[in-house]
């Protein structure tokens, strides 16, 4: 758009015989009066054209010669503003599209940067350098280059064309027999299975028949053993032993842990309060969702065993420290990995195993 603004203002300043006109140009019988005048040459109306623009002072050849930005920058004694050394990443993201696209938030330059960890707490450390190898040792499987698996049977029964009313339906199960298991992929250098978050879940039934002291205390405890602010939740469903009317009180609270937290109440459970209770024979093996998630509960004078319960016990009432549930969700897509990964973090299991 830039370069057809000179061409246009020229064409307005140069008389109509010397404009190229976009017609075609043919036999024309007609003669103009204007035409049989002498017309001036080009060379003309360019002389009375500006050589340099009004508007900025010419620079000496001199000036221009002797600037050398190196040598300036040496010479310079203090350092310019941290805005000329940093680049400043966009500040909103326009779109996939936008040719200015912020850096990730991994980047120093980024907006969203935060600097570390600096530590990690020792859970974290032992599945990074023992556990995450070891897991990759066991479930190895060698696939040579070449090597073709045999063929396995259909898992799900196809429909045939016996009646019209199988066609475009759904695939459907075998009847009889077990339920179908997911096939699970086998285990590779990137989906290692590593442990997400953890779910601690208390639920107190006396918040709704007595009071409200009974939420605050369970609240106060999952908050002190988990460093995360807990979440309140009222029933879903009535009780009618307890008196409990669904959305009417508030008798659940929930922490989720992740990244340090999760490390470090991971650190906690397995090293402090595991072993401490007394003729505990650990997790069922029967526990799990079939996807990989594992869920175990504590009851209240187990969860008094924490640190920071333990060394305030005398700021809670005795009889109104809660039990809770703990659900730890892994990256694994079968319990049974999960339950390897869990075992080699000091999580012991015992009884029927339920692959």
């Known amino acids: 758009m830039a ?13 109509r015989a ?9 036999f024309l019988s007609r003669r103009n009066v204007s035409d049989e005048a002498p017309s001036r040459r080009l060379s003309d109306h360019l002389s009375e054209l500006e050589s340099a623009s009004s508007l900025s002072t010419p620079v000496p050849d001199s000036a221009a010669q002797s600037f050398d930005p190196v040598a300036r920058a040496k ?17 909103y993201d326009r779109g996939p599209l936008h040719p200015h696209q912020p850096p990730p938030a991994s980047d120093p330059s980024s907006r969203l940067f935060v600097p570390g960890p600096f530590s990690a707490p020792r859970a974290e450390q032992t ?32 429909w045939d064309d016996s009646s019209p009313y199988h066609k475009n339906r759904v695939l459907r199960g075998p009847r009889g027999g077990d339920v179908l298991r997911l096939l699970r992929k086998p285990i590779k250098f990137n989906n290692i299975p590593e442990i997400e978050r953890i779910t ?16 605050h205390v369970a609240g106060i405890a999952v908050q002190a053993i988990s460093n995360v602010r807990v979440e309140t939740f009222k029933s879903k469903t009535s009780v009618a032993n307890w008196g409990i009317v669904p959305g009417r009180d508030s008798v659940a ?11 470090h109440f991971l650190g906690k459970l397995v090293d402090v309060v595991l072993p401490r209770i007394k003729d505990w024979e650990g997790v069922k093996g029967t526990s799990g969702d079939s996807s990989g998630n ?6 209240p004078e187990n969860v008094a065993l924490f640190p920071e319960i333990e060394v305030n016990y005398d700021m809670y009432p005795p009889k109104m420290i809660p039990g809770c549930h703990i659900t730890l969700h892994t990256s694994a897509r079968t319990d049974k990995d999960a339950r390897l990964l869990l075992s080699a973090m000091g999580i012991p299991f015992y009884g029927k195993i339920v692959n």
């Not at 010397?18 to 043919?26: A, K, L």
């Not at 010479?75 to 500040?91: I, N």
């Open 3 to 15: 370069a057809r603004e000179p061409s246009r203002f020229l064409s307005r300043a140069l008389p």
């Open 18 to 26: 010397s404009v190229p006109s976009i017609r075609p140009q043919g």
């Open 75 to 91: 010479a310079r004694k203090t350092q310019l503003p941290r805005g000329r050394y940093q680049f400043r990443s966009p500040k």
């Open 127 to 158: 599945y990074d350098a023992t556990v995450a190898a070891d897991i990759m040792s066991l479930c190895y499987v060698h696939t040579p280059p070449g090597f073709t698996p045999p063929p396995k049977a259909p898992r799900l029964r196809e």
């Open 200 to 215: 601690i879940h208390s639920y107190v039934n006396k918040a709704a028949t007595e009071n409200s002291s009974w939420l």
């Open 253 to 263: 609270v929930k922490a989720e842990l992740y990244g340090e937290n999760m490390y």
């Open 294 to 299: 594992i869920t175990f509960g504590m009851e």
